[in-house]
């Protein structure tokens, strides 16, 4: 079946470094990919919505300076964090779409990636 | 607006009991709805899905019914084994984007 990678699945970083975080589709094409936080006990946050070729479309509240998304191809969309603190602490989690038959889409997620600002 | 509800946990229960995770929503027009399994230390994986009213969703003897007239996607499940503690995520779709519920923790012990 559809396997999204997501990759690191852990990284500590002193505060004020950059951090990216890819997402690769393994055997579709996903001309959109999705960007989540996942905060302890808490729901998934969409981030943003990325689209290959263009640029992302940022829910309200998150920064896109700070949350550099980059859909590069069908098959890579890249999240940066950019200068890191602690508050930036997360689960962040990736998700493509397929197409489907009958116009369905169906979501696949990655492993997340589990952030660490000290 | 969109959303779920779903039951809080966590959810602690023997081996081959009975399993009911409440799950509600309120949507525009006509979502698809979705279960999401998170076993410990691993991303989300898709459990079962119905996009209209009536369908019922089913796999690895999970089941969920999609009730227009409750809003409701409660998933079931008669026998629940060790293997089935993971945190459970009820969400809809509305074709343009997702909303979970919180998560529902459930630990299946021997």
Not at chain 1, 79 to 89: F, G, I, N, Q, R
Not at chain 2, 76 to 83: C, L, N
Request: hydrophobic share 35%; net charge neutral; aromatic share 12%.
């Amino acid at each position: 079946g559809a396997v999204v990678s997501q990759h690191p699945s852990r990284v500590i970083c002193k505060s004020g470094t950059s951090v990216k975080i890819e997402c690769r589709s393994l055997d579709f094409q996903a001309t959109t990919m999705f960007w989540y936080r996942q905060f302890p006990k808490q729901s998934l946050m969409l981030m943003a919505t990325s689209n290959e070729g263009s640029k992302a479309t940022y829910e309200q509240g998150v920064e896109k300076d700070k949350f550099l998304i980059n859909h590069a191809s069908l098959t890579l969309s890249t999240l940066t964090v950019t200068s890191a603190h602690p508050e930036d602490s997360s689960f962040y989690i990736c998700s493509a779409i397929e197409l489907a038959g009958g116009g369905k889409n169906i979501q696949y997620f990655g492993a997340g990636t589990r952030l660490s600002v000290l | 607006g969109n959303s779920v509800t779903q039951m809080e946990g966590p959810v602690t229960l023997s081996e081959e009991a009975f399993l009911t995770i409440n799950c509600t929503y309120t949507a525009t027009g006509y979502p698809s709805l979705f279960w999401y399994v998170q076993y410990p230390g691993e991303g989300l994986q898709l459990l079962l899905k119905a996009t209209k009213a009536d369908d019922k969703g089913s796999n690895k003897g999970f089941e969920a019914t999609y009730r227009k007239e409750t809003t409701s996607f409660h998933l079931e499940k008669g026998s629940v084994q060790v293997s089935d503690s993971a945190v459970y995520f009820c969400a809809l779709f509305t074709g343009n984007q997702f909303y979970f519920g919180t998560g529902t923790s459930l630990t299946v012990i021997p």
